[in-house]
């Protein structure tokens, strides 16, 4: 079976210990494969206004990233 789930620690930045150890479990899962983060589109830092709009625009499957 396959899921697709969202993770927001916002609301954990009080305990770092914790969300550092969960952070560590989700690298491994991307570094063994077993978690495949799906990038839907990759902006330059100077389009970060587009990456914005594109996102509110919601047209995006998936993550949207800002690259240098």
């Not at 491994?28 to 799906?38: A, K, L, R, T, Y």
């Amino acid at each position: 079976n396959r899921g697709v789930f969202g993770l927001n620690l916002g609301h954990m930045w009080h305990e770092p210990e914790k969300v550092a150890e969960w952070v560590q479990a989700i690298m491994v899962g991307v570094n063994e494969g077993w978690i495949q983060p799906h990038v839907d589109k990759a902006f330059s830092f100077a389009q970060a206004g587009d990456a914005h709009a594109y996102m509110e625009s919601r047209r995006n499957i998936g993550k949207v990233v800002l690259v240098p």
